[in-house]
């Protein structure tokens, strides 16, 4: 830079503007190569201001779960207890829900879809989570009214809930009336609900919206007992809008619909991990075939597929 410019340099921003820039790149960018442009780079994304948000949903759905696990663990303690929003799917054990637990001082927006989670662990812990306003645990199959009771109790903040089923994963549940209860009984500032494909009937509807007075969205696709009288529901609730539970779906958005329940443990996957913290990985990418040129770092980012950076 020319002495006197009125520009800054890139390396020169503070970290939290870095940060704004950083995190509308790819997640493989900001862990692989942004950390070897230069060393004020290097420790943004090191540091808390890239990661208040953490979005890895695609990745995670075909991820082994040993290594999303240990993801997880990463972005987290990066975020430094700033964490705000965590989309993730797929995380099946309760170990890694305890440790989001434990960092979810400042979390407001959690999805964790198609995870295997217990609904002791949920129970147990959901008293971390007093900053939440949005929940998904859609097609956690293993959640139950004890889980739902607890989040209700102990997120008074809740304003959006998503425990949608699929239609295979419910079809031998008797009754999901005990859970529609519990959702009633204890969320009542909820102004967005999706229990797409419940077995819940018209009482139990009618449950939560007395008990859930602000509704304003309520998902009941695939809720077949529940038979409403809309020209009722429109007066008593002029501001409520209600999908379903009648709602055909085109062949290509069902498609999609089976494609996001299941997934291709065959597919591959993007597994990139950070392991320059970790004494145990001391020499594993000591190989001579590998050349780093141009970015200097550490060697922590190739071991599952990524090509280093040109």
């Not at 950083?22 to 942004?34: G, Q, Y």
């Not at 031998?172 to 102004?191: G, Q, V, W």
Request: net charge negative; charged share 25%; hydrophobic share 40%.
């Amino acid at each position: 830079m020319e002495e006197g410019s009125e520009f800054r340099q890139w390396d020169e921003l503070i970290p939290d503007a870095l940060g704004l820039i950083f995190k509308k790149l790819p997640l493989e960018d900001i862990l692989t190569v942004i950390p070897r442009v230069c060393k004020a780079w290097g420790k943004a994304v090191q540091g808390p201001y890239c990661w208040l948000e953490i979005d890895i949903d695609e990745w995670s759905v075909h991820c082994e779960s040993e290594k999303l696990e240990r993801m997880l663990r990463l972005l987290i303690t990066r975020s430094s207890g700033s964490l705000r929003k965590l989309h993730v799917s797929c995380v099946n054990n309760d170990q890694s829900f305890a440790f989001i637990a434990e960092n979810a001082g400042s979390l407001q927006n959690l999805v964790m879809r198609r995870s295997e989670i217990s609904d002791s662990i949920v129970e147990q812990l959901a008293g971390k989570f007093t900053r939440l306003t949005s929940l998904d645990l859609s097609y956690c199959c293993q959640i139950s009214t004890h889980a739902l009771e607890a989040i209700g109790k102990n997120c008074k903040l809740l304003s959006s809930l998503s425990w949608n089923m699929h239609p295979l994963g419910s079809a031998f549940k008797p009754s999901h009336a005990d859970e529609a209860h519990a959702i009633a009984k204890t969320m009542p500032k909820l102004k967005q609900l999706e229990l797409a494909y419940l077995r819940i009937n018209v009482e139990c509807v009618l449950n939560i919206l007395s008990g859930c007075p602000n509704l304003e969205f309520l998902d009941l696709r695939g809720c077949w007992d529940v038979h409403l009288d809309k020209n009722a529901l429109v007066k008593r609730h002029p501001k409520l809008e209600i999908l379903g539970p009648q709602v055909v779906m085109g062949v290509f958005e069902r498609r999609a619909y089976f494609d996001d329940y299941y997934s291709d443990s065959d597919f591959s996957d993007y597994d990139y991990m950070d392991y320059s913290d970790d004494e145990s990985f001391d020499g594993m990418w000591d190989d001579e075939d590998i050349e780093l040129r141009i970015y200097e770092g550490p060697d922590n980012m190739y071991e599952f597929g990524w090509p280093p950076s040109p």
